[in-house]
């Protein structure tokens, strides 16, 4: 059975299984150390590490949702739809514009699944990830309640390479 | 790099084009640049401190220093040269100097808020904390900000976490601590969530259980918004310090009724529920139950609350496991207080094939039920699997014997059957034939269930590759019994099964664990790579790669994975101690005890020191007296015989030993006794290797000792304690060696998937021990021979004389173990016979000392022959006889060379022999297999053919460069 927790680094040492997977990126200490120092409660163990950022003056203040991540045999059982609600609700509270994560295009599961969850491709990159994988990348995005007319989640035209990102 | 204030300083100008240059790579340029503004500008410090960093980057370090220490004893003010000497003297691992730069700079500019933040941090990054409470509060003094007082709280808790004596930490640090935050409680002036974590932090290391529970559930609480569930899990952690069940009980139970599918909170309300049970508790009268509101404190209540979390489950739109399990799990509970069938909760074989057929389809049924089978008498284990089967939708077709599934749900659930069969021990009953039987079934259904996962992408996993894992443990279960062809069949399997699905790591781990099992490690590197491991896994699994490499004779293979490992250990330092400040800036208190137990956790990992220690050896091994002098590979690896690392006592095993799947019973499954049994094991085997290490590593120090021989002076300046220090080692080397053999004596098999064993029997069996412990005792006698000098020292020499001569027949025998054919055809199978391949290896190791003590010996007795050769011509006479140990040495060289190139040879033979093996030949009995198995099989016997010629090669060509090296010895 599962059972959710904040992520300490202690789970660092466990979490082969989930890691292992080829679409899973392995972080290093530097980055996964940032987001519990930055945003602890952002970080949950199975597992997603989020983080809030953007100016909220140009409504770009949101949740970022990194790396979703659920072992093998822990998949299909709705992991990570508790995972990006968490985010989501903790998102809210902090009063966020939208949600919005990367995913691989090559990884049509999980673009599937973030669509039934209602978030739509806002724009596409070129080569995200680590830029070990030379692979584009969509920018997926769902407005929360602050944005009422649903202004963040107008998709770009136009795809976007690395270098254009602030 | 340096802040690039909106302000344009022309300082700022002048400077910029060096900042460019160096972001850009570009030192010598920068360099260039600084000398150029300095020749104008002369006392534009920051240039030269810009000119340090290229320096320091080009690998001037001497340079780098001089010229920062210049700028530092200046004692700079300027936001620029203050930075930049940040910056060097982190690039140059010295971060105690920041501190001292902003300790200058806060004296002089006492109110700038910014230097004293940047003193704060200076002293967080060495752990300097009673002078970070200090800084905090002379901030918090110059700007009243919260966030600095709290530092300067969190710096007293760091104070009490390192404190040695316990009673200090609680008697002062921390109530000194919780006064602080009181105060600002009673000022009103708490603002931030952090400051609550704080205030939490302290009263629950204080143990002050009672009124961490009041702040949390105080208005002080209201702040804990951010993390999920804070409040509640803060209030539960309390709540079971302070043993009230009753509040306990009631809150699970509340959040049972929120979200009926989190685990953790049935284990609470099912401990609740016991606990009162136990305690007779009743509620009190005419009160509420508990101060979270209602409690259940009796069986029949507990029943029906779990009944109820199933009712309310059939209406929930999306399946929940929580309840079914739940239900068993109190089941066991129940049994365990020997009341099991009073309530009426049903028979757990019913509710087990119930939930099958419920969640069947789903990957994770298994490892739900895995928990709840011993809740099955054994007796019905082969009803209970039949009754699971009959229930799958398999449908037998014209094409195939048995039954198959039609679609992914029923494959996933025929899956989930053969796992549980596993679990339940019903293969390892079987007899050969049997097993042969299901390994084809298996293979069967895992090649027809390739068919649902035509559309799979390269990156994802077949949904039948368990099959294939399961028919492979199958076939390793046989191989374990005795089937030679077993092993084999199962690297076919392995290798048709990631043919498929590219990216499954448990066919990537398998196939390693089997090639090294066999001695081949080529193939190793690569999967190994493709595994993709980095950063913490490298500590976790790189003891997969590290326990072989060298070991096989794959030397440059085992430099390299020993080099990622240190890499990532070497930067865990620094990067922790950014992350350390990050967490003071962020308010992340709660992280930072935690950090610093990370970083400790890494710091004293087993893995860590294994490859430290193996990494020197290696280099030794390949370099040492080849490329570079001994000592000078010494000095370079900053190695002394004094001097011990490793961390003995507080050792983590850190390595993932479960990161192989297995469906094994318990009693054949990975437990937490052969944890605990390796873990001894590899701490015996480096201590071991360590004390090699620090033994060699003496060597040198004794050599350039060229005594007179009225040394009774000189034996007191230091050279008689490198000996004595040597001879220290070696008792504990001896003592090493004494437990490590007792430990062997216990004959300990781990399971075939758990803990590789160390290499320590081979080390004792083949007689490199014994030859590695007399060569060490060697040095002493020489040592000895050195400074009595060579008159009256018959007994010494004729000591040393024997030593020599027991030498080389302890080598000669050491040899013998390495002979045989390394791959042979027998029966038509191939058998490889790794354990010569490692003899061989630990034989040019041992080798290798014995040269290495050959030319201290050489350095010793040379200056003594010289001397005679001088007296000879002044005396002009030919009656000044030789020592008899100067012919004792030449006859001991002479011979190791010989040993040497016979060695040589036979690695030569071995090629041939290795070459000429015809695989195509052999003919591959087993008709049973397929075409297509037969073109892996083929593929895997390559690999070992060729890793094995590549291992006899590298072996080969050390040994070449050894033989060169005994030439030197003669005198």
């Known amino acids: ?166 | 790099m340096a802040a690039r204030g909106h302000v344009q300083d022309p300082n700022d100008r002048r400077l910029r084009p060096i900042y460019d240059y160096l972001d850009n790579g570009n030192n010598k340029m920068a360099i260039q640049q600084a000398d150029k503004l300095l020749k104008k500008h002369k006392d534009l410090h920051c240039a030269k401190v810009l000119k340090a960093i290229g320096l320091q980057r080009t690998g001037k370090q001497d340079e780098a220093y001089a010229l920062a220490q210049e700028v530092a004893a200046l004692e700079p003010t300027d936001d620029n040269s203050l930075q930049a000497l940040t910056i060097l003297y982190r690039e140059m691992h010295r971060p105690e100097l920041v501190t001292k730069l902003y300790e200058a700079a806060v004296k002089k500019v006492p109110n700038s808020e910014e230097y004293h933040s940047h003193l704060f941090m200076a002293y967080a990054r060495v752990g300097e904390y009673k002078k970070m409470q200090q800084a905090g509060m002379a901030l918090y003094k110059i700007v009243p900000k919260n966030p600095y007082y709290f530092w300067s709280v969190m710096s007293l808790i760091m104070q009490s976490i390192s404190a040695q004596d316990e009673n200090l930490s609680k008697t002062m640090f921390l109530p000194l601590a919780e006064r602080m935050v009181e105060k600002m409680v009673k000022e009103d002036k708490i603002e931030a969530e952090a400051e609550v974590e704080l205030y939490y932090m302290i009263l629950e290391r204080l143990e002050k259980y009672k009124e961490a529970l009041d702040v949390v559930r105080g208005k002080l609480g209201e702040k804990l918004t951010s993390e999920l569930q804070s409040r509640e899990n803060k209030c539960m952690a309390m709540y079971k310090k302070l043993c009230r069940w009753p509040e306990c009980n009631a809150l699970s139970r509340r959040l049972l009724l929120k979200n009926s599918d989190d685990w953790q909170f049935y284990i609470t309300y099912f401990d609740s529920v016991f606990q009162l049970i136990d305690e007779s508790w009743t509620p009190p009268p005419e009160e509420e139950h508990s101060l979270e509101g209602e409690v259940h404190y009796s069986i029949e209540q507990a029943v029906k609350f779990i009944e109820e979390r199933i009712t309310e489950e059939s209406k929930s739109s999306r399946p929940l496991r929580g309840p079914y399990l739940a239900k068993l799990e109190l089941i066991r509970r129940l049994r365990y207080r020997g009341c099991n069938d009073e309530y009426k909760l049903g028979d757990p074989e019913e509710l087990m094939f119930q939930y099958f057929r419920k969640f069947g389809d789903k990957p994770c049924c298994f490892t739900d039920l895995k928990v709840f089978v011993d809740l099955l008498p054994s007796s019905q284990y082969t009803k209970f699997i039949s009754q699971l089967l009959e229930v799958i939708p398999l449908s037998a077709t014209a094409e195939s014997e048995i039954a198959l599934p039609a679609d992914i749900k029923a494959l996933q659930q025929h899956l989930c059957v053969v796992q549980l069969s596993r679990l339940l021990g019903i293969y390892h009953t079987m007899d050969k034939k049997q097993k042969l039987t299901v390994v084809r079934e298996l293979m069967l259904r895992y090649r027809h269930g390739l068919e649902f996962g035509k559309s799979c992408l390269k990156t994802e996993l077949q949904f039948s590759d368990y099959y294939c894992l399961l028919a492979v443990h199958l076939l390793l279960d046989l191989w374990l019994e005795g089937e030679e062809t077993a092993v084999w069949q199962c690297l076919t399997l392995l290798e048709e099964g990631l043919s498929h699905s590219p990216s499954n790591a448990q066919f990537k781990l398998l196939l390693i664990r089997i090639y090294c099992r066999l001695g081949a490690f080529e193939p190793v590197a690569e999967l190994y790579s493709s595994l993709d491991a980095k950063h913490i896994q490298h500590d976790t699994i790189g003891y997969l790669l590290t326990r072989y490499a060298e070991s096989l004779g794959h030397y440059a293979a085992a430099s390299q994975s020993c080099n990622f490992a240190l890499r990532f250990f070497h930067s865990n330092q620094k990067d922790t101690s950014e992350y350390i400040i990050q967490a003071y800036k962020y308010g992340a208190f709660e992280k930072i005890p935690e950090f610093i137990a990370f970083r400790n956790r890494l710091n004293s990992s087993l893995h860590f020191a294994q490859v430290r220690t193996e990494r020197m050896l290696l280099d030794l091994l390949l370099e040492a007296n080849i490329s570079t002098s001994l000592e000078e590979s010494i000095k370079s690896m900053s190695l002394s015989p004094e001097e011990d690392d490793i961390p003995w006592k507080d050792l983590r095993d850190n390595r993932d030993l479960t990161v192989l799947f297995n469906w094994d019973p318990k009693d054949r499954d990975i437990s937490e006794e052969h944890r605990k049994l390796s873990l001894e094991e590899e701490t015996m085997w480096l201590r071991i290797r360590s004390l090699t290490l620090r033994l060699v590593s003496g060597l040198p120090t004794l050599s350039h000792t060229i005594q007179p021989k009225n040394s009774e002076k000189t034996a007191e300046n230091g050279v008689s304690s490198k000996i004595d220090t040597i001879r220290s080692l070696l008792q504990q080397l001896e003592a090493a060696v004494d437990s490590g053999k007792k430990f062997l004596e216990q004959k300990i098999q781990y399971p075939v998937l758990g803990p590789p064993p160390t290499r320590m029997a081979g080390f004792f069996s083949n007689g490199s021990c014994q030859c590695q412990t007399s060569l060490f005792y060697l040095v002493s006698d020489i040592y000895e021979l050195d400074t009595n000098g060579l008159e009256d020292s018959a007994e010494i020499q004729e000591r040393i004389g024997n030593s020599f001569k027991s030498l080389v027949e302890r080598l000669t025998d050491l040899f013998n173990k390495c002979k045989g054919d390394l791959i042979e055809v027998r029966d038509g199978t191939l058998k490889t016979h790794p354990n010569l391949l490692e003899n061989l290896v630990f034989f040019v190791e041992t080798l290798s000392i014995a040269l290495w003590v050959s030319s201290y010996c050489d350095s010793v007795l040379r200056p003594f022959k010289s001397n005679l050769q001088k007296k000879k011509k002044k005396k002009k006479e030919s009656s000044v006889a030789m020592p008899p140990v100067f012919t004792h040495f030449l006859d001991y060289i002479t011979e190791l060379q010989t040993l040497t190139s016979n060695v040589i040879d036979h690695i030569k033979g071995l090629e041939i022999i290795l070459t000429a093996l015809k695989l195509e030949e052999l003919s591959l009995k087993d008709t049973l297999l397929l075409q297509e198995e037969k073109k892996f099989t083929k593929t895997v016997q390559g690999k070992v053919q060729s890793s094995y010629h590549h291992s006899v090669q590298e072996i080969g060509e050390l040994l070449k460069k050894r033989l060169d090296t005994i030439k030197k010895l003669k005198i």
């Not at chain 1, 100016?55 to 949101?62: G, L, N, P, Q, T």
Request: proline letters at 5%; aromatic letters at 12%.
């Open chain 1, 1 to 166: 059975m599962t059972t959710l927790h904040a992520f300490t680094c202690d789970d660092l040492f466990h979490f082969n299984n989930v890691n292992l997977d080829p679409l899973i990126e392995t972080y290093g200490i530097p980055f996964c150390l940032q987001y519990l120092a930055h945003w602890p409660e952002h970080f949950i163990v199975g597992y997603i590490m989020g983080k809030a950022e953007g100016s909220v003056a140009r409504e770009e203040w949101h949740g970022h949702a990194t790396a979703p991540s659920v072992a093998p045999e822990c998949r299909r059982l709705g992991l990570a739809t508790k995972f990006m609600e968490l985010l989501e609700g903790i998102s809210e509270k902090k009063g966020g514009f939208f949600v919005d994560l990367f995913v691989r295009v090559s990884n049509q599961v999980a673009v599937n699944m973030y669509k039934q969850l209602g978030y739509s491709v806002y724009q596409q990159y070129y080569s995200a990830s680590s830029g070990e994988t030379d692979e584009d990348a969509y920018d997926m995005r769902k407005a929360l309640s602050r944005d009422t007319e649903n202004k963040s989640i107008i998709p770009l035209p136009h795809p976007v390479r690395p270098e254009d990102i602030e």
